[in-house]
């Protein structure tokens, strides 16, 4: 057992690096990734350790760092490629949805993409237009394309060094505004799977679903509620697509309610689908409606604003109210 105390970001470095150790087949692409480390330094210093053949500073050019990486992968490599902001995500979605999600069916299973794309995503950080969008919606629409976010340093850890095993394309949304949070990581750990919730906290009388930026909200939610004699339980989905829908069934058919959180704008959300399914699935267990908390369908805001965009602890807690008054 190997534990250490890691922020996220330290956390995703040291899965990047075990990586490129592990498997020679496995490079690193995008904008300012090596001599500057990435702007949230999460490849700091691999480049000068593995060097510049295999990790490599791109143009900027985001549907050429994609349809490079399609290149790569078809010619028996793994590449992870960073998206330098989620917002600079768009001129590579014509590469990712017409031929790195479609390749697979394609070629009827001949022709696998083992491309792992990370993107910074969510707001919190103070920053310019571009810089805080939540496009994760976009991608699970998508068949073939594999959508995860993880909200703690030992998911950050161990998720994308199964991203990067996966012989199938994997969107890598990282919180930004979490890059800082602590956490512990055994890196000998035998991992969960990949696409499985877990409970970040258990609780009788209702369920708060989340992932990425909005888990250490909700666990916040589920804390102060907890003063006011109100037992929380909160799911850390932890991938959007696919959905672990079993896990949260059952936590929902054991506590009667569902609340979905997530940042990204409730307008054709996440928790929309999550709420048409648990429905579908659990109705004649609910005590109430399922409920959503997001963003607004609104263009995200300026920085000074961008704290009465983002949901926090009194929406969550509201939602939880409402649905409780039921």
Same mark, same amino acid.
């Given at each position: 057992?190997? %534990? *250490? ?22 490079? $690193? ?83 696998? $993409?083992?491309?792992?794309? &990370?993107?910074? +995503?969510?707001?919190?950080?103070? !920053? ?28 950050? +850890? ?28 055994? %890196? ?7 696409? *499985?919730? &877990?409970?970040? &906290? ?16 909700? $666990?916040?939610? !589920? ?26 069934? %059952? ?16 307008? +054709? ?30 263009? +995200?805001?300026?920085? &000074? ?22």
């Amino acid at each position: 057992m190997v %534990t *250490k105390s890691l922020p996220v970001a330290k956390a995703l470095n040291e899965a990047l690096r075990a990586a490129l150790e592990a498997d020679p087949k496995v490079l $690193l692409m995008g904008e300012d990734i090596g001599k500057l480390g990435g702007v949230f330094r999460v490849t700091d210093g691999l480049q000068k350790d593995f060097g510049e053949s295999r990790v490599m500073d791109s143009p900027l050019a985001e549907s050429g760092i994609v349809g490079t990486a399609i290149g790569l992968a078809l010619s028996g490599y793994r590449p992870v490629v960073e998206i330098q902001f989620d917002g600079f995500v768009f001129p590579a979605y014509d590469q990712i949805v017409t031929q790195l999600a479609k390749m697979h069916a394609r070629s009827q299973g001949k022709v696998r $993409l083992p491309v792992v794309i &990370r993107i910074p +995503y969510g707001g919190g950080i103070g !920053a310019v237009e571009h810089h805080s969008e939540s496009p994760e919606a976009l991608f699970a629409h998508v068949a073939g394309l594999r959508i995860v976010s993880p909200s703690t340093s030992a998911d950050a +850890y161990w998720m994308l060094r199964q991203a990067i095993e996966s012989d199938d394309p994997v969107i890598f949304f990282e919180p930004k505004r979490r890059y800082w949070d602590k956490g512990e990581v055994d %890196t000998e750990a035998l991992p969960g799977e990949l696409h *499985k919730a &877990r409970a970040a &906290r258990a609780g009788t009388d209702l369920t708060l679903a989340a992932y990425g930026p909005m888990v250490k909200v909700c $666990l916040q939610a !589920a804390a102060a509620a907890e003063e006011e004699g109100t037992s929380i339980e909160v799911l850390d989905l932890r991938s959007m697509s696919p959905i672990d829908f079993d896990t949260i069934q %059952t936590s929902v058919e054991k506590t009667g309610r569902l609340v979905v959180v997530h940042e990204a704008p409730v307008f +054709y959300g996440s928790g929309a689908e999550i709420a048409a399914r648990i429905t579908e699935r659990s109705f004649h267990h609910l005590e109430a409606p399922v409920l959503r908390v997001g963003g607004y369908h609104a263009p +995200y805001p300026p920085a &000074r604003l961008e704290e009465e965009y983002l949901p926090g602890l009194d929406r969550v807690l509201d939602a939880v109210d409402r649905s409780l008054a039921y």
